[in-house]
């Protein structure tokens, strides 16, 4: 497991290296708000997608039950 601690230029090495990663689409959405919260140290971290239509449709997300989703 990597070490979460560090400042903005270290997430911004994490998620750079974790766009090269060949991962589904999905799971690469719920890494990156997994780094990001856990960087932040923040208790919730979401991922939101404005759609064509101009509705914002969570992606992922860290922190948040599943059952309130």
């Given at each position: 497991?990597?070490?979460?601690?560090?400042?903005?230029?270290?997430?911004?090495?994490?998620?750079?290296?974790?766009?090269?990663?060949?991962?589904?689409?999905?799971?690469?959405?719920?890494?990156?708000?997994?780094?990001?919260?856990?960087?932040?140290?923040?208790?919730?971290?979401?991922?939101y997608?404005?759609?064509a239509?101009?509705?914002?449709?969570?992606?992922?997300?860290e922190?948040?039950?599943?059952?309130?989703?």
């Open positions: 497991m990597r070490d979460t601690a560090g400042g903005p230029r270290v997430l911004l090495k994490r998620l750079r290296e974790l766009m090269q990663e060949p991962l589904e689409p999905q799971e690469r959405l719920d890494r990156i708000v997994r780094d990001i919260a856990s960087n932040m140290v923040a208790e919730v971290c979401s991922l997608v404005l759609r239509d101009s509705v914002l449709e969570l992606y992922a997300t922190g948040l039950n599943p059952n309130a989703v």
